[in-house]
């Protein structure tokens, strides 16, 4: 019954294509995954552990945030902002005390990379957060992470007690007269808590409702006080930074964006899992050669490449490179890494339906775009997948999309954070790409797809209510 | 409790509340009223600040559940597996729809949102521990183990 021993991440994460010359790529990130006892100090000390803490410390904060500049780490939690650039934006001169947040709140769909970091080497992350925190001149780092996690936060908080005992944390780091102190604080199920101001809002024991910004973090963040939000992978690939150099990090990567990417592929593929790769491997090629496409020789239908909030891919849209700018370029996002597969036998009226149940269930309620048009998106999606649309709803989605989202694919339209657009997004992706199968759907008054709940069909509410906004 | 609160400022005990209300939740179960006045007395906030943290959050509860939890995904990655399958298994074997808990008082069964397992989908959590790549037979066994 137990899934979980032996540890979920020994698949081979190195790109291995069954055929032709595609980039090899050293590991990085999950370097030390499968390794026996992974997650201890010894073990991870044994592989040199904590050097990169004692390099960071011998060198000057500024001197740290010049080297994760030039490696061109860029942030792993959606953005894909440089992750020197936002350590250099918190102000020198505030008297205030400074603050690290970890984001461990992964709950984007489809993600599921940092959990296997903080099952498999949550001392690479205590190390990252440790350097991080210098860099920027914290003395206190929280690491948030997401209510569901038990034993990630076991794992981190066990890899933060071992830390201490051990001098890399506490009153004078490394013996170096430096003090830092780390906190897992662990959340209690809220998506929106993995955005960076709803995740500082949550910390400080509240809802979590995201801030408008500006002011950013950096100036006012966790108690008023300059605060960096940094992802679990973005910190876990510091140690290696300082380690190796940031030359070596820069030329793994592409020219903008240094280092390799963790990938979380899911849906109809053979092999699913988490795969580093370099990110000038194609899309389609991460999907068909290292994941083995999807069973039984059927076809892809169409692939979301960064998290259920990035917009949809067709099958004549694969060969990008799963790196920042480019799937930018293709009009979609890198963010999160979750890249979700379907085949042609998944209905994807239904799948962008519970796409949109997803964000409508999340959205916090503070601007009226986002509250009223996520359910609205919903009740409508729900309304065409079982038979009952019509081509005005079909118009109707597009609207109300466009109001939560004017701009597509661009984000950051009219609301506080970027739920809205998260949720905007795939509903112009889906019928701008797949409009043909909504239609069907209309056209036919019913689902062409088998039923997903078997024989005995009910309503699709939680509890078999109707959904909201339905009548 | 005296240990969580330390890890905050003095002057921020408020940033405790999840973790305060977690370990009561973890104690008594659920967290009725009395509990609620009691971290926020703790705490140092008003009671409505305290209830409307309780009410934000899922995993919080106001309300006692049965001995044991399923979470059972059905967002998109678990879907695609057969997540919904599953759910609609548990629903016949227990007698109950999500969101119920059978009347024994023995599981309370939801349908939950992406639980970062989507790799090993379809999954589900009994009570916050993962249970992975699952079929309706694993299901039979993972309910026969509960007493
Ligand atoms: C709705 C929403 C949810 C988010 N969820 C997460 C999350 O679960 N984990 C994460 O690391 N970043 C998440 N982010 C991104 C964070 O706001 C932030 O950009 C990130 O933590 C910054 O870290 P990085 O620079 O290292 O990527 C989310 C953003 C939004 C708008
Ligand atoms: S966009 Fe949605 S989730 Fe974000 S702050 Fe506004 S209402 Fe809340
Ligand atoms: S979709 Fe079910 S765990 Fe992610």
Redesign the interface.
């Known amino acids: 019954?137990d899934?979980?021993a032996p540890l979920?991440a020994t698949r081979p994460a190195t790109l291995l294509p069954p055929g032709g010359p595609a980039p090899q790529v050293e590991r990085v990130v999950s370097r030390r995954w499968g390794t026996p006892e992974s997650w201890t100090l010894a073990s991870y000390e044994r592989d040199g552990g904590y050097a990169a803490l004692k390099k960071a410390l011998a060198m000057k904060p500024a001197e740290v945030v010049d080297v994760v500049k030039k490696s061109n780490l860029r942030g792993r939690g959606g953005a894909g902002f440089p992750t020197g650039m936002k350590w250099s934006f918190i102000p020198k001169d505030n008297p205030k005390?400074r603050y690290l947040c970890v984001n461990a709140d992964?709950?984007?769909?489809?993600?599921?990379k940092?959990?296997y970091i903080l099952d498999n080497d949550p001392h690479a992350l205590v190390e990252g957060l440790a350097i991080a925190a210098y860099a920027i001149g914290a003395h206190t780092a929280y690491v948030y992470v997401?209510?569901?996690?038990?034993?990630q936060a076991e794992r981190i908080d066990g890899a933060i007690r071992e830390a201490y005992a051990k001098g890399y944390l506490g009153p004078s780091v490394a013996g170096s007269g430096y003090a830092l102190d780390a906190?897992v604080?662990?959340?209690?199920?809220?998506?929106i808590c993995g955005e960076e101001t709803a995740l500082i809002e949550?910390?400080?024991?509240?809802?979590?409702w995201p801030r408008l910004k500006p002011p950013f973090p950096a100036v006012v963040g966790l108690?008023g006080a300059p605060t960096v939000v940094n992802n679990v992978e973005t910190l876990a690939n510091v140690p290696i930074i300082l380690d190796r150099g940031a030359e070596w990090f820069a030329k793994l990567g592409t020219e903008k964006s240094g280092g390799t990417r963790l990938m979380?592929?899911?849906?109809?593929v053979k092999r699913?899992?988490?795969y580093e790769i370099s990110m000038r491997t194609t899309l389609r090629e991460l999907v068909m050669d290292v994941c083995g496409g999807p069973e039984d020789g059927r076809a892809v239908k169409a692939v979301?490449p960064g998290g259920?909030s990035a917009p949809v891919l067709a099958p004549n849209e694969l060969d990008v490179a799963c790196e920042f700018e480019a799937l930018k370029a293709a009009g979609t996002m890198a963010g999160s890494g979750?890249v979700?597969v379907?085949d042609e036998s998944?209905c994807l009226v239904?799948?962008l339906w519970?796409?949109s149940k997803?964000y409508a269930?999340?959205s916090c309620g503070q601007c009226t775009p986002c509250r009223d048009g996520t359910p609205w998106q919903e009740a409508l999606l729900y309304k065409i997948e079982s038979g009952q649309g019509t081509p005005a709803d079909l118009e109707t989605l597009i609207s109300v999309a466009t109001a939560i989202c004017p701009f597509p694919p661009m984000g950051l339209g009219n609301t506080i954070c970027a739920l809205g657009d998260a949720a905007a997004l795939p509903v112009h992706s889906f019928v701008q790409k797949f409009r043909p199968e909504f239609e069907a759907h209309i056209r036919e008054h019913r689902c062409p797809f088998p039923d997903?709940?078997?024989a005995t069909a009910r309503r699709w509410g939680?509890?078999?209510e109707t959904p909201k906004g339905w009548s | 409790m005296a240990e969580i609160v330390k890890?905050y400022?003095p002057d921020?005990k408020?940033?405790?509340?999840?973790?305060a209300?977690?370990l009561v939740q973890e104690i008594l179960g659920h967290l009725p009223p009395a509990a609620l006045e009691q971290v926020a007395s703790k705490?140092e906030?008003s009671k409505t600040?305290c209830a409307?943290?309780a009410t934000?959050?899922?995993?919080?509860r106001l309300e006692p559940r049965g001995r044991y939890s399923v979470e059972v995904c059905?967002?998109?990655?678990c879907?695609?597996?057969?997540g919904?399958?599953i759910l609609?298994h548990l629903e016949q074997k227990l007698g109950i729809?999500?969101?119920?808990t059978t009347p024994d008082g023995r599981i309370t069964l939801r349908?939950v949102?992406?639980?970062?397992?989507?790799?090993?989908?379809p999954v589900l959590?009994l009570d916050?521990?993962?249970?992975?790549?699952l079929t309706p037979e694993?299901v039979d066994?993972?309910l026969a183990?509960l007493a």
Request: hydrophobic share 30%; aromatic share 8%.
């Open positions: 019954m899934d979980r979920p005390p992964e709950s984007e769909p489809g993600t599921f940092d959990r997401r209510g569901e996690f038990k034993r906190h604080h662990r959340g209690a199920g809220a998506y949550s910390l400080e024991g509240k809802r979590g108690f979380c592929v899911s849906g109809h699913p899992g988490v979301i259920s979750g979700i379907m998944a239904r799948t519970r796409i997803f269930d999340e997903p709940w078997g939680p509890s078999g | 890890r400022p921020r408020r940033a405790a509340m999840l973790p209300l977690r705490l906030v600040a409307e943290v934000f959050y899922s995993m919080l059905t967002n998109v990655s879907s695609l597996c057969g919904e399958q609609r729809h999500a969101g119920e349908e949102e992406c639980l970062a397992s989507c790799g090993t989908a959590q916050e521990e993962f249970h992975e790549r694993k066994a993972l183990t």
